[in-house]
């Protein structure tokens, strides 16, 4: 029987050594954390057990993403989806920047599951479990200090299960601002508390929403003050309403890149440094989301009429991805880049050279490069030392802009109002001269000379301004060269003008019309396709401008056809009576030297039609210079009204 017992001890002592492995498998330290992992947050869970390196499927979330000073806002761990349970957690705030301390403290438990924690001799700054029963959430609240401003991150380590934990799952960054700053929150010692909304069963955001600009957007505060900032469009980072958005912060030997862009669609947002504002020989930062995560690349942007920029013969560990995000279709990252990169030759050195920042972001990919910048690109008013902290503006569009009103002024101004007097005026203003011409012809050839003299100054200018040929994917570069090539040809052929009475006479009128009709109608196409244009950043809506002047000058054509029509007819009736009288009077040639020194009829119309039409054209040709001058219009208007 003794024998027996003693068989069965062993067996016994190994039961109960079973039963407390499983009962530590799927528990937590009972009384939470101890304060010795205050600095590695590492579960003190003995034998080795390393944290786990798969995404956690749990997430930190915060009740506002800006606090005062001296407030409070809630903090939650839940799960992903909700529901999904844990053990045991450990919870502090940090300084998102160097020293990273920790920062600020947690008030008592909301839910009575939490416990406080002293680290670095600091009461309450941070908070574990109270005891380790499952749980699908919990809830604690935070309170800033009077005397931090800046950027916090909340850091968590999360227990599933004894063997099974995340260590420093972080939080959207929070950001402290101080306690007189301008909200809409009461002016109370602490936020009110606001329950966040009932968490149903998870399912991901399918719906696409529309960019709202956030103008408490924390990647804005400490622009200008710890670090450079620079945005799209240009001036942008004033009134917060960045569409693309970039900020360079250097500490020691470190130099971050941050970027973010705000428009839904974007396929990637870069940030380039060029020794110039032109594309070509840059080095470039790319990020572009993946398969739901976003991915870093560098890429060198070759010379050459494509200015592609490749990733081959690039090393791609030159930097480092150290966070990013890709929600609802916002792409942002930080990037800390090599203070020496080498690439193909050419040295970029970040601490001793200066160098043009160059903003781009775009809806499409290519093989081994991004695609073309269609949702924005801007490049920097000067070349900077990236150590120096300073406000920068993007380069001047000047020159793009003079182009654009140099050409609306030829086309639609006078080259109208030119093919109007020459079509329709030749019997008008009969006798009278100006500088020795038909008075139609001189206001004629005055129009066509200003059309010419704009539409070259503007070729040139516009080349000046690309450096090149533009490789965006629109007809409006070569519509405007078949254009400007025939407007080119139109003066030097009208040198070669036969006489009246030679036989080639109406082969040049006929050419000189169809080259005069078809330069204009191609102007008016290509002015069109530039409303699409990037660099141009003109509303959609002002293709209902131009709509309505084609409506207005067909209109006006018709008029004038019509009574050009009644009074040519009129003008045969007249003539034949005329020269019916005067047979007898063998005085037929009398008829026509009395035409040739009067109007054709309906004189006063036409010039009345005339001034009117001036007038409106006048009037659209203004409104679509100040559009295209202003662009981007809506911006500039808004600006107008707050100021």
């Given at each position: 029987m003794l024998s027996k017992r003693r068989r069965t001890l062993p067996l016994i002592i190994l039961l109960i050594a079973l039963q407390m492995i499983s009962w530590t498998s799927i528990m937590s330290l009972p009384q939470g954390a101890p304060e010795s992992v205050c600095d590695t947050m590492l579960p003190f869970h003995g034998g080795g057990i390393p944290?786990?390196?798969s995404l956690p499927p749990y997430r930190i979330e915060t009740s506002s993403l800006v606090i005062r000073q001296g407030q409070a806002m809630r903090v939650d761990i839940i799960g992903?989806?909700?529901?999904?349970?844990?053990g045991g957690f450990m919870v502090q705030a940090r300084n998102r920047n160097s020293p990273h301390q920790i920062i600020g403290q947690f008030n008592s438990s909301l839910d009575g599951r939490v416990k406080l924690m002293n680290c670095e001799n600091s009461v309450?700054?941070?908070a574990t479990h109270a005891n380790p029963t499952p749980k699908q959430s919990a809830s604690l609240e935070w309170q800033s200090p009077l005397d931090f401003l800046g950027e916090v991150v909340f850091n968590a380590t999360v227990a599933q299960a004894y063997d099974s934990f995340w260590v420093g799952i972080p939080s959207s960054p929070v950001q402290v601002v101080r306690r007189d700053t301008?909200?809409?929150y009461p002016q109370t010692t602490r936020l009110p508390?606001?329950?966040?909304?009932?968490?149903g069963s998870y399912a991901p955001k399918t719906e696409t929403p529309s960019m709202v600009e956030i103008s408490d957007d924390p990647f804005y505060f400490e622009c200008g003050r710890s670090k450079t900032c620079f945005g799209w469009p240009d001036g942008c980072i004033g009134d917060k309403s960045c569409k693309l958005l970039s900020a360079i912060i250097v500490r020691g030997d470190v130099y971050e890149f941050e970027m973010k862009s705000g428009s839904i669609g974007a396929a990637y947002i870069a940030l380039g440094l060029s020794n110039d504002n032109k594309m070509g020989d840059d080095l470039v930062t790319e990020c572009i989301p993946q398969n739901g995560k976003v991915n870093l690349y560098t890429s060198y942007t070759s010379g050459g009429p494509n200015y592609a920029a490749k990733r081959t013969n690039v090393a791609q560990n030159n930097a480092r991805l150290t966070q990013s995000s890709f929600i609802d279709g916002v792409i942002y990252c930080k990037v800390q880049?090599?203070?020496?990169?080498?690439v193909q030759g050419k040295q970029f050195d970040l601490s001793n050279n200066k160098y043009h920042i160059l903003l781009a972001s775009g809806t499409s990919l290519k093989e081994d490069s991004v695609g073309y910048h269609d949702i924005g690109r801007l490049p920097s008013d000067k070349p900077i030392n990236l150590a120096v902290v300073q406000n920068l503006s993007g380069s001047s569009t000047l020159l793009l802009r003079l182009h654009g009103a140099f050409m609306l002024i030829a086309w639609i101004g006078t080259t109208s109002l030119g093919i109007l007097l020459a079509r329709y005026f030749k019997q008008t203003w009969v006798g009278k001269q100006l500088c020795g011409k038909d008075k139609w012809f001189a206001w004629h050839r005055v129009c066509m000379v200003v059309t010419w003299s704009l539409t070259m100054t503007a070729f040139i200018i516009i080349f000046v301004e690309i450096g090149g040929w533009s490789t965006e994917r629109n007809p409006h570069a070569i519509l405007g060269t078949i254009t400007t090539a025939i407007c080119f040809i139109q003066p030097i052929g009208a040198l070669f003008r036969p006489a009246p009475t030679s036989k080639s006479r109406p082969i040049f009128n006929w050419t000189h019309w169809l080259g005069g009709n078809l330069a204009h109608i191609l102007s008016i196409v290509t002015i069109f396709f530039a409303v699409q244009l990037t660099k141009a950043e003109l509303p959609e809506w002002m293709d209902w401008i131009l709509v309505g002047f084609v409506v207005v000058h067909v209109i006006?054509?018709?008029i004038y056809s019509i009574f050009g029509f009644s009074s040519d007819r009129q003008y045969s009736q007249q003539l034949n009576v005329f020269q019916m009288s005067d047979l007898g009077?063998?005085?037929m040639s009398n008829g026509h030297r009395m035409d040739s020194k009067t109007d054709a009829p309906y004189a006063s119309f036409r010039k009345g039609l005339l001034a009117v039409y001036t007038v409106v054209l006048t009037l659209f040709v203004v409104v679509l210079v100040l559009i295209v001058v202003l662009a981007p219009i809506e911006e500039t208007i808004n600006t107008l009204k707050s100021n």
């Open positions: 944290p786990a390196s992903v989806p909700p529901g999904l349970s844990f309450g700054n941070s301008n909200s809409n508390y606001v329950p966040p909304p009932p968490r880049r090599d203070m020496l990169t080498e006006v054509h018709l009077h063998h005085n």
